[in-house]
T-cell receptor
Framework: KNEVEQSPQNLTAQEGEFITINCSYS?????LHWLQQHPGGGIVSLFM???GKKKHGRLIATINIQEKHSSLHITASHPRDSAVYIC?????????????FGKGTKLSVKP | NAGVTQTPKFQVLKTGQSMTLQCAQD?????MSWYRQDPGMGLRLIHY???????DQGEVPNGYNVSRSTTEDFPLRLLSAAPSQTSVYFC?????????FGPGTRLLVL
């Protein structure tokens, strides 16, 4: 069983729609990360959170530690949001970067 | 700041050849790591370093060596390339947990 599960695997939306991507994990964590991988391959960190909710522009990330679940929301989606969104969890212990990654959710936003 | 840089962008190797993937960062981050990304799988940690002179193995270290002589550089060495090492390799550095990724190196082993 994968330690980090994302759903859905693929998502197609129309421009303007509200989008939710889910991430469930089975290990104890120090923090959860949401990353964006552009069609060209580059990976960018969107959020790192260990509790509650964070917002940046049209992106909102939430985490429920008790339920071991996080969601990434995109409001008013746009074709430029088309990318693979990756959830990763860190159980840092003495090392801050040992992440376990989900397989990603491929989002396509149609105009 | 250039951030995290990787060279080369693309490389073709024959089975048994060796090569070094270069990674450098100019943000003075102590933590650096190497990942590989394969179709249908999440990124997997190969090796990591928590500072100059200190390295450790990740999830899939076999066939790879690393060293960290300076804070800036973290090269990944393939000792004897195998077709199973065909992948996209990402280097990353980290500051207080936030990850900064390089652009990736696409490696094809024939």
């Amino acid at each position: 069983k994968n330690e980090v599960e994302q759903s859905p695997q693929n998502l197609t939306a129309q421009e303007g729609e509200f989008i939710t991507i889910n991430c469930s994990y089975s290990v104890g964590i120090s923090a959860l990360h949401w990353l964006q991988q552009h069609p060209g391959g580059g990976i960018v960190s969107l959020f790192m959170l260990s509790s509650g909710k964070k917002k940046h522009g049209r992106l909102i990330a939430t985490i429920n530690i008790q339920e071991k679940h996080s969601s990434l929301h995109i409001t008013a989606s746009h074709p430029r949001d088309s990318a693979v969104y990756i959830c990763a969890v860190g159980n840092y212990g003495g090392s801050q970067g040992n992440l376990i990654f989900g397989k990603g959710t491929k989002l396509s936003v149609k105009p | 700041n250039a951030g995290v840089t990787q060279t080369p962008k693309f490389q073709v190797l024959k089975t048994g050849q060796s090569m070094t993937l270069q990674c450098a960062q100019d943000m003075n981050h102590e933590y650096m790591s190497w990942y590989r990304q394969d179709p249908g799988m999440g990124l997997r940690l190969i090796h990591y370093s928590v500072g100059a002179g200190i390295t450790d193995q990740g999830e899939v270290p076999n066939g790879y060596n690393v060293s960290r002589s300076t804070t800036e550089d973290f090269p990944l060495r393939l000792l004897s390339a195998a077709p199973s090492q065909t992948s996209v390799y990402f280097c990353a550095s980290s500051n207080r947990g936030t990850q900064y990724f390089g652009p990736g190196t696409r490696l094809l082993v024939l």
